[in-house]
């Protein structure tokens, strides 16, 4: 009997050593990267496919830390360089463009990862406001 | 014991069909049987259209009354100020009031489309040939039961304010009520212009022609000289110099709001137009690059022709000897 009670007590001790407290890391949503030259993939113009149809295969944005610039530009939210924005730099829903001498455009921003790799789609209307383009863009290598 | 058997077996089987032969039967049948509407009116002016209805039911429903037009996007249909819709029947009393349903209201039977799609998919455009057009719904501020047995009239007044626009349209009708929707074809009633018809509007600028086939159209048929535009020429609709060109040139001549005349008539890459077979030819564009603006120009129309290879053999408005002309200016 006082065999089994001290192989209790024992089981007992061992049992509450044996339970570490977990520390719990909250894991924290990296900041969205867009840093580099991104080229167009898919275009569309009211839902009609476009990118076969124009010449896309020039055009560059490059993003730097918060500046980005515009190579051999087509139909874009903007037309000059400047600064670029996102609303939250973790949950960006908003990607805004400033150009150097004119007001600032802002897109509703998708970023999904298709195939391994990183898109960036905007929409916006460079000309008539009903008329809504939506631009797919991925690093350029 | 057989025979017991048999006895029960031959009730059931008149259970069924009875069954079937009364969901067969069971509707509420709406039809358009005549409209009492102009072929034109001028731009700006308010086309009054009447609608006589005949409905005629054998079960018990409680709905709100649908009506829906086919308009052009232009008039702006949907904006309380533009359209009016009312209709007085056989059982009630006094103009009734009908109001737009609001965007995003999933139609009855619709699987989640809203009215206005599930009318473009149902019915279709009506014979319009240029993509805005739009249907527009309003559902009756009550709702009504019609009885078993139900067979009534109704007249539906539509008045809507029409936009300046110089245009040519099929105009197009749909009665229907909120708990059947479009399911079957005896649950509404629907009204398209007939083939050789066409309601004009007799207003301002460029015509819009819905309703005949185009040598050229330019889509989007809005758009600003930063837009991309797509240039068709239908060498199908008309036989013309063009009939059997290897290839076809776009021969434009952009002009500025400060009347500057910018010509780009040349025969290179640059107006190349794509074969889609058939004689038709399609060229997307970006004007602002197409004519070289600087920052301060901006196009308020385009002047162009289609041309063959040498740009000797030139194809304009009507295949005549003047431009196709386009606007460039949003809604």
Redesign the interface.
């Known amino acids: 009997m006082k065999k089994i009670l001290l192989f209790f007590v024992l089981a007992l001790i061992t049992g509450f050593y044996a339970c570490k407290p977990e520390r719990l890391i909250v894991p924290s949503e990296p900041v969205k990267n867009v840093a580099g030259s991104w080229q167009i993939i898919k275009a569309t113009r009211n839902g009609t496919d476009l990118t076969t149809r124009f010449d896309f295969s020039h055009f560059r944005v490059q993003f730097s830390d918060s500046s980005y610039s515009i190579d051999s530009l087509v139909p874009f939210i903007v037309n000059k360089n400047g600064k670029w924005t996102f609303d939250n730099p973790n949950y960006p829903f908003f990607l805004s463009f400033k150009p150097t001498d004119s007001a600032a455009k802002t897109s509703q921003l998708l970023y999904p990862v298709v195939n391994g790799q990183r898109n960036i789609i905007i929409t916006f209307s460079p000309g008539c406001s009903l008329n809504s383009y939506q631009y797919t863009l991925q690093k350029a290598n | 014991m057989k025979h017991k058997l048999f006895k029960k077996d031959r009730s059931t089987i008149w259970k069924i069909v009875g069954g079937l032969i009364l969901l067969i039967i069971v509707s509420c049948q709406m039809t358009i049987d005549s409209i009492v509407q102009p072929a034109s009116v001028n731009g700006g002016d308010i086309l009054s259209v009447t609608l006589n209805v005949k409905i005629i039911s054998n079960q018990d429903q409680t709905s709100r009354f649908m009506v829906a037009v086919l308009v052009p996007k232009v008039w702006k249909a949907s904006q309380p100020q533009n359209t009016t819709i009312t209709f007085v029947s056989d059982i009630t009393t006094g103009p009734q009031p009908m109001t737009l349903i609001p965007t995003g209201t999933a139609a009855p039977n619709g699987n989640g489309l809203d009215w206005p799609t599930y009318l473009n998919n149902k019915i279709g455009n009506g014979g319009n040939r240029l993509s805005d057009y739009e249907w527009v719904a309003f559902y009756s501020n009550s709702a009504y039961t019609v009885n078993s047995s139900s067979n009534f009239g109704a007249t539906v007044s539509i008045q809507m304010k029409t936009s300046p626009d110089n245009l040519l349209f099929k105009l197009g009708y749909c009665i229907a009520n909120s708990s059947d929707g479009l399911s079957s074809s005896d649950r509404y009633g629907a009204y398209l212009a007939p083939t050789n018809s066409c309601f004009q509007v007799i207003g301002t600028g460029d015509l819009i022609d819905f309703c005949n086939p185009q040598l050229s159209t330019i889509d ?1 048929r ?7 535009i ?1 240039v068709n020429f239908d060498g199908g609709v008309a036989s013309t110099d063009l009939d059997n060109a290897a290839q076809v040139y776009l021969c434009a001549t952009g002009i500025t709001t400060t009347g500057d005349i910018l010509p780009v008539c040349v025969q290179t890459d640059k107006t190349k137009m ?1 074969s889609l077979g058939l004689n038709r030819w ?1 060229k ?1 564009i ?1 004007p ?2 197409l004519f070289n603006l600087n920052a301060n120009q901006h196009l308020a129309r385009l002047e162009y022709y289609f041309t063959d290879a040498s740009g000797n053999k030139k194809v304009g408005y009507g295949n005549g000897s003047g431009p196709f002309t386009y606007t460039f200016k ?2």
């Open positions: 989007p809005n758009s600003l000289d930063n837009d991309i797509t794509t399609q997307d970006w602002r690059s949003c809604q």
